[in-house]
């Protein structure tokens, strides 16, 4: 067999950024040991499904693509979050060849060994693998995952129950791990975690070495380092905690992106307490006014959850109160969805689908007309975008406001001779409710 004739591996990445990073560095190490990645089913010798098991419609959609996969290939190793539920997914596909857990990637890699032996000859010292090792995500952008797990207990949530309690990366390994990345071209790091304002707690904010330098394991710190890098930096899944404070005005000072993703989930403190959430609604707003004081130009995305059980129509009505105070310039909205084995289940007062859909609308519509006037604000303005796609018709890029996948585009009616992957400034001409339109300054 030669070098280039390895096993052939296809792939399947269900899921959150965080499960993506978990196929990357699966991926990294089987193309270490000389495995090839097939583009198709019909090439591979065994096909790895990724699987996420948050809610009921990423489990469907993991089983689907498990029976796909074994329709069309038939040897189907199974990892990730919906792989706690063993006995489920062969009681819906016996067939499959292994079931493996979320963070598993000893085990996951050692049941591809099983199935689709390694070459012998290969030999990592010999077969180079990029430095910053394999992405699933664009050449300019890439997620850096901080930690693992959650402390908290919240009951409409099981992630603590799939990947455990807090256990953070230490600083110098994070670092470590950016300056690679944005070494091989990354214009843009996404941190990322279930609990990014709790990094460093479980390693008692341990000092560590990058560079010949000391450096906390803390967020502050890690912050700091990775502004130094030169690429953008942006904060994803950041709790509203006293100390992200200190954050602030590194973003008003330009080192990293003035830009905050906190899953806030509900704004009636009723509910909050009913979720168990680590922080009350009026303190909340206290916070963010507080943050835009800091930082002017600060962003501010949040997720939330409508028709939790017990939800009264005055519970979220003080909801759609809480996002005309808020402001907030990017929000996702779900209905609530009973997840086995969360503690929410066991709480009365549940809320009918068709009050929760209802619900979901109005909430859409209200946010819609608020991101449209914030949006407007920015008409006649100079911004600095990161270009993500370039089609005949325009560039589709992002401004600092905007994570990729979840938040809105810049689109650059000039910018067809632009590549992915470039830094430029526009001048903001139009906006609807989600969206910008550009022309390149200058």
């Given at each position: ?400 406001a905007d994570a990729p996948e979840i938040d809105g585009q810049v689109l650059i009616r000039d910018g067809q001779n632009l590549a992915p992957g470039a830094l430029v400034d526009v001048i903001v001409e139009g906006s609807d409710d989600y969206d910008l339109f550009a022309r390149l300054a200058g």
């Amino acid at each position: 067999m030669s070098k280039t004739d390895g096993p052939r591996v296809g792939f399947v990445s269900l899921g959150c950024p965080k499960a993506l990073v978990d196929s990357e560095r699966i991926l990294t190490q089987l193309r270490m040991e000389g495995y090839e990645i097939s583009p198709d089913y019909a090439g591979a010798d065994v096909v790895v499904v990724n699987t996420c098991g948050f809610i009921d419609s990423a489990k469907a959609e993991s089983l689907e693509a498990i029976g796909e996969a074994l329709e069309a290939n038939g040897r189907v190793i199974v990892t990730g979050c919906l792989g706690v539920d063993e006995a489920g997914i062969r009681a819906r596909h016996p067939k499959v060849l292994a079931v493996t857990g979320p963070q598993q990637y000893e085990a996951v890699v050692g049941e591809v060994h099983r199935h689709a032996p390694p070459p012998k000859e290969h030999d990592p010292y010999v077969d180079l693998l990029p430095p910053q090792g394999i992405k699933l995500t664009p050449r300019h952008y890439a997620y850096l995952k901080i930690s693992e797990g959650c402390n908290h207990h919240c009951t409409f949530c099981i992630i603590p129950s799939m990947r455990g309690r807090l256990v953070s990366r230490p600083a110098g390994e994070v670092l470590g791990e950016a300056e690679r990345l944005v070494a091989a071209g990354v214009r843009e790091l996404l941190v990322i975690s279930q609990d990014t304002s709790a990094y460093g707690v479980d390693l008692k904010y341990k000092l560590e070495f990058w560079g010949g330098r000391p450096v906390r394991s803390r967020l502050k710190e890690l912050c700091e380092s990775l502004g130094s890098l030169g690429a953008w930096v942006r904060l994803h899944y950041v709790y509203p905690y006293p100390h992200v404070d200190d954050i602030i005005p590194m973003m008003a000072d330009g080192l990293i992106l003035p830009y905050l993703d906190v899953p806030f989930q509900h704004g009636s403190p009723r509910v909050l307490q009913r979720m168990k959430r680590p922080a009350a609604a009026e303190n909340t707003l206290e916070r963010v006014a507080r943050w835009r004081e800091l930082c002017p130009g600060l962003t501010i995305r949040s997720t939330f959850i409508v028709g939790f059980p017990g939800e009264t129509e005055e519970d979220f009505e003080m909801l759609l109160d809480f996002l005309r105070l808020a402001q907030l310039d990017r929000v996702g909205c779900f209905t609530y969805s009973a997840v086995a084995g969360a503690r929410a289940n066991e709480l009365d007062g549940a809320v009918p689908e068709a009050v929760k859909q209802e619900r979901w609308h109005r909430f859409m519509q209200t946010q819609a007309e608020i991101s449209r006037l914030r949006l407007q604000g920015k008409v006649g303005t100079t911004q600095q975008v990161l270009v993500d796609e370039v089609t005949a018709e325009a560039a589709v890029a992002r401004s600092k406001a905007d994570a990729p996948e979840i938040d809105g585009q810049v689109l650059i009616r000039d910018g067809q001779n632009l590549a992915p992957g470039a830094l430029v400034d526009v001048i903001v001409e139009g906006s609807d409710d989600y969206d910008l339109f550009a022309r390149l300054a200058g």
